[in-house]
């Protein structure tokens, strides 16, 4: 089945800098890779995805990038504050069927004052 | 606005116990998943269904079953619940077809004394 590798699995960054999470996937017909954020206590929340046929996705403070050959995506965080602490996870679409994703182990980010 | 429901937030069950967790949405979606959370290993998929009555496996389905009798319920079953399966469980729901996104519920923290 499709395996997701996240890296890294806790980032600690200063207010203000960039925050980048990367990801790596098995499925090379894998076509759409969202990620989600997931506050303390909270439930998982989508906050970006996109799909294989568009390299880059931005929504204001947030990007991602996908390398389809690498079979590798990115979220890229900048002007981090620290509402921004949370664990993200990434996902890979399974061509499998059923509309299911595998999702990464998470990445525990913490932004400091 | 996309609703998901769980049953309990918080269960507390002793080992060999029959457990029932419940998720209900109220969205339409023809996809219903289960997933166990636990640290460090992210988002593990353990069953799903796709329409009413049917069912796939996941990544971990043993020790669990699972029930759909109704389009908005998806029931996860704990025959004979042990304490390694002490975790959070969470459901979630999409749509069927091309749309991936995953709409998740609050989460049940379930402990197997």
């Known amino acids: 089945g499709e395996n997701v590798e996240q890296h890294p699995s806790t980032l600690s960054v200063q207010e203000g800098d960039s925050a980048v999470i990367k990801c790596t996937y098995s499925?090379?017909?894998?076509?759409?890779f969202p990620w989600y954020k997931q506050e303390l206590g909270k439930r998982p929340q989508l906050i970006i995805d996109?799909?294989?046929?568009?390299g880059e996705k931005k929504d204001q403070r947030i990007a991602v990038t996908l390398n389809k050959t690498a079979k590798h995506f990115s979220l890229h965080i900048t002007e981090t504050q620290p509402e921004d602490s949370a664990v993200y996870f990434c996902?890979?679409?399974?061509?499998?069927?059923?509309?299911?994703?595998?999702f990464g182990t998470g990445t525990q980010l913490k932004v400091e004052l | 606005d996309v609703k998901v429901t769980q049953s309990s937030r918080y269960l507390v069950k002793r080992t060999g116990e029959k457990v029932f967790l419940e998720c209900v949405q109220d969205?339409?979606?023809?996809?219903m998943f289960w997933y166990r959370q636990d640290p460090g290993l992210g988002l593990r998929l353990i069953y799903f269904?796709?329409?009413?009555?049917?069912?796939e496996k996941g990544d971990i389905p043993e020790g669990y079953s699972v029930s759909r009798e109704k389009k908005e319920r998806f029931s996860l079953i704990l025959e004979s619940a042990s304490t390694n399966q002490t975790s959070m469980y969470l459901c979630?729901?999409?749509?069927?077809?091309?749309?991936?996104?995953?709409?998740f519920g609050p989460g049940t923290r379930l402990t197997v004394t």
């Open positions: 979630a729901s999409s749509l069927a077809g091309g749309t991936y996104e995953q709409y």
């Open positions: 499925d090379s017909a894998s076509n759409y």
């Open positions: 996109i799909r294989s046929n568009v």
């Open positions: 996902a890979a679409s399974f061509t499998g069927g059923g509309n299911k994703l595998t």
């Open positions: 969205m339409d979606h023809e996809n």
């Open positions: 269904s796709y329409d009413v009555k049917m069912k």
